[in-house]
């Protein structure tokens, strides 16, 4: 988790389980809860925000989600979850964006498209579902993965975190190295996935 502006030296990649499915988003390979890695990671980065700041959660996000970052809010800092179609609802720009998993790829590239650029500079952006479902990993890399304006700081399981930055050519040649080694992750995902369905 970097501090607000601070630059990553390099992506973190922390393995976690998926205890259970979410099939109503269409993202099948997506765990319905965060592991408890992964909520100590969305609460730490909630509890160095320094008012007055705003978490914004949007698309399929779990409870777990919610209650990890409205637990660890401090006062004048504002929680909101809003469904995907109303960014004019939030006024201003956001410090924390949380993006939980949404299918097809059309939904999920209208997510990043409308969403992304009100992360204020130095801001966060959490990707629930990222590496783990292709619709979701596709629209990512497309839009966010394939930006100077992003940097890709690692990922806790299937929770990916990116920080809003400005990078130079160097640094988008690197940061995009550091996330297509995760494609190995999502390759076996996606096939342990299939081989599940062909044996049910």
């Known amino acids: 988790m970097p501090g607000a502006g601070a630059i990553a030296a390099g992506p973190v990649v922390r393995p976690a389980p998926c205890p259970s499915r979410l099939p109503a988003t269409g993202c099948g390979s997506v765990a319905r809860v965060l592991s408890a890695a992964q909520i100590s990671l969305l609460q730490a980065c909630t509890r160095v925000l320094v008012a007055p700041a705003r978490v914004v959660l949007t698309g399929h996000v779990s409870p777990d989600a ?3 970052i409205r637990g660890q809010a401090g006062a004048g800092v504002e929680v909101l979850v809003v469904a995907p179609g109303e960014v004019a609802r939030v006024d201003g720009s956001i ?4 993006i939980g ?5 059309s939904v999920a590239a209208e997510l990043f498209g409308r ?3 009100r992360v204020a500079p130095g801001g966060l952006l959490f990707v629930h579902g990222a590496f783990a479902a292709p619709p979701l990993t596709a ?6 993965g394939s930006s100077r304006g992003w940097r890709y700081y690692g990922r806790e399981g299937e929770l990916a975190e990116y920080v809003r930055a400005d990078l130079t050519h160097g640094e988008r040649v690197l940061d995009a ?3 297509i080694a995760q494609v190995g992750y999502f390759t076996r995902r996606v096939t342990r996935r299939r081989l599940a ?3 049910s």
């Open 95 to 98: 410090d924390v964006l949380f």
């Open 177 to 179: 190295m550091a996330q």
């Open 101 to 105: 998993p949404a299918a097809p790829y």
């Open 115 to 117: 969403w992304a650029g």
């Open 139 to 144: 629209a990512l890399l497309r839009t966010i």
């Open 66 to 68: 919610v209650e990890a």
């Open 197 to 199: 369905h062909r044996r």
